[in-house]
């Protein structure tokens, strides 16, 4: 089964403070991708990334940075926490072979709050 | 650009019936995939069901099947004998050029004992 594994479920920090949300899948999938979910408003992108050392800007990419310097690890950095930024993040892969392509795996979700 | 609009923001059933949730989208595209992916309270979204849009036959997975519409561009889900783990966020959604998928913003389901 593919694993999708993100690093906290819950994260409390401080505004202003520089804040890493780790994902790591274990399916040696090329395609990674970071969303934020709030309620009434689903799942928006992010960032994305085809390939190691590779990102694209997704829809709500102001605030948000991205790290992906190993094909299985894709890390979402902000920079000085906002605290509009408080939401539930969610990491998912994604392969472009085989028949498992196109459908994206998601990890469990990290619930940040910050105050 | 391409857009998904799940109409219905909360729907309930009785245990044991059927429902259905709707989706419609818009594109320009020809070929693309279509999902429906379930995300239950606390727990991990997981993948429900997929439809390729060149495939006429409605994709079905055990309960659960679609009703794809490609002219009318509407995907409804259909879940048969639901139970009261089919409780969940349940998400429409489209793959764009890229591998990216654009999401509706969501059904939430109760079952009701």
């Known amino acids: 089964d593919v694993k999708v594994t993100q690093s906290s479920r819950y994260l409390v920090k401080r505004t202003g403070e520089k804040v890493f949300l780790e994902c790591v899948q274990d399916?040696?999938?090329?395609?990674m991708f970071w969303y934020r979910q709030d309620p009434g408003l689903g799942l928006r992108l992010i960032y994305f990334s085809y390939d190691v050392k590779m990102k694209e800007k997704g829809d709500i990419p102001e605030g948000y940075s991205v790290s992906r310097e190993k094909k299985e690890r894709f890390s979402l950095i902000l920079e000085s926490a906002s605290t509009n930024q408080t939401s539930m993040y969610l990491c998912?892969?994604?392969?472009?072979?085989?028949?498992?392509?196109?459908?994206?795996?998601f990890g469990a979700g990290t619930r940040l709050s910050v105050l | 650009a391409q857009t998904v609009t799940q109409s219905q923001p909360e729907m309930s059933v009785q245990e044991a019936e059927t429902v259905t949730l709707s989706c419609t989208y818009d594109?320009?595209?020809?070929?693309?995939?279509l999902f429906w992916y379930k995300q239950p309270p606390s727990r991990q979204m997981i993948l429900v069901i997929r439809q390729e849009a060149y495939k006429q036959q409605n994709a079905t997975e055990n309960r659960f099947s679609v009703n794809f519409q490609k002219a009318a561009k509407s995907f409804s889900l259909k879940i048969s004998d639901s139970q009261l783990g089919d409780a969940a966020m349940y998400f429409c959604a489209y793959r764009t050029d890229g591998d990216k998928i654009i999401f509706g913003k969501g059904t939430r389901l109760h079952i009701l004992p």
């Open positions: 399916m040696d999938h090329e395609n």
């Open positions: 998912a892969s994604s392969t472009h072979t085989g028949t498992d392509r196109n459908i994206q795996y």
């Open positions: 594109t320009s595209e020809s070929d693309y995939y």
